[in-house]
């Protein structure tokens, strides 16, 4: 079963169904963790955004919301959106960016 664990949330792990087609946006937030996204997770800014650190190659493709972020230097090569993203195999491992972490979460540096 594929994982994701958020480094920077007391390394939190959460478990992803096999097949889902779910975002990572999404998946967090049915785990009771809330994370940025201004847009209402339509892909149209980056406050979404999350730092991978390892298995980018177990992530879907990115989406042309994606691409053009990444085409106007709003996306770092190690960085997708997290409403856009969707988890298809392995153990991921993603940070909050620090301009977007929310106010009344805990975070670990």
Known sequence: ???ILV???QGLQI????GTTKSVLQIVQQNFVDWMHACGAKGRCTTCRMVVKEGMEGLSS???FEEK???KNRL???ERLSCQTQVQEGHI??????????????YSD
Do not use: F
Not at 15 to 18: L, Q
Not at 93 to 106: A, F, G, N, S
């Open 7 to 9: 480094e920077n949330l």
């Open 15 to 18: 478990s992803v169904p096999e």
């Open 76 to 78: 770092a090569a190690n």
């Open 69 to 71: 972020m990444r085409d």
């Open 1 to 3: 079963m594929p994982q």
């Open 62 to 64: 990115p989406t042309r």
């Open 93 to 106: 491992v993603i940070r909050v960016p620090k301009d977007t972490q929310l106010p009344h979460q805990t």
